[in-house]
């Protein structure tokens, strides 16, 4: 397996994420979530209020290990060009993609979970992350369209879109099965894709 070097810089900033978050759980756990204070946050972790919000758009993201998401480059080519007989799956690869983007701190086991269960409030900023990731996908998608950037394989751009929101909605349906989860299983999605196409035959 092939090892990546990070340089001094990379290193620093990996750093600086991990005190912020870690600083951030430790004064939610000791005194509540009202005592992760952006103020406090810096004080312990020993930087300032600006180095910070370079760092974390919130303290709910602090405290998580998350970020705004982004559209993985690969991901959205793979999505716009697979030509497999389930666009659906690869939508929800595309969706999971973006969603994992947004994790800067690999913590430790089941501790987002733990964070998500004592605090359901934090609830809220994943479920922000997740409509902000499903506008960036509609703004690549439009992007795409207007550029005329389809292969022969590709999904038309309405198609597509409807493919993005359906999938976007199966994975807030698999949160509700794994409430503590900060990614859900691949059989609480599994079970997610079954019930809505179920419904969805149901319907027609």
């Known amino acids: 397996m092939q ?10 900033r990996l750093q600086t994420l991990r005190d912020l978050h870690q600083a951030a759980v430790d004064l939610a756990l000791e005194g509540g979530l009202a005592a992760a204070t952006v103020e406090a946050i810096t004080d312990r972790a020993g930087v300032s209020r600006r180095t910070f919000f370079n760092y974390y758009p919130t303290k709910e993201d602090a405290l998580l290990g998350t970020t705004s998401p982004v559209v993985p480059e690969d991901a ?11 666009a659906f ?3 929800l690869r595309l969706v999971v993609a973006i969603i994992r983007s947004t994790h800067l701190v690999e913590l430790p086991v089941g501790l987002r979970g733990k964070l998500l269960l004592e605090f ?12 902000a990731a499903e506008g960036l996908i509609a703004t690549a998608l439009d992007e795409r369209a207007a550029a005329g950037a ?3 394989g590709a999904q038309d751009p309405e198609t597509a879109s409807a493919l993005v929101t359906l999938a976007s909605a199966v994975l807030r349906f698999a949160y509700l099965r794994e409430p503590g989860a900060t990614s859900p299983s691949p059989e609480a999605v599994d079970a997610a894709i079954s019930v809505f196409r179920h419904v969805l035959q149901e319907m027609s």
Do not use: N
């Open 150 to 152: 389809t292969s022969s």
């Open 120 to 131: 359901p409030s934090l609830k809220v900023r994943l479920s922000q992350h997740i409509a």
């Open 3 to 12: 090892q990546t070097t990070l340089g001094l810089r990379d290193r620093q």
């Open 89 to 91: 799956a690869e939508a």
């Open 76 to 86: 959205l080519e793979q999505f716009l060009s697979h030509s497999a007989d389930d």
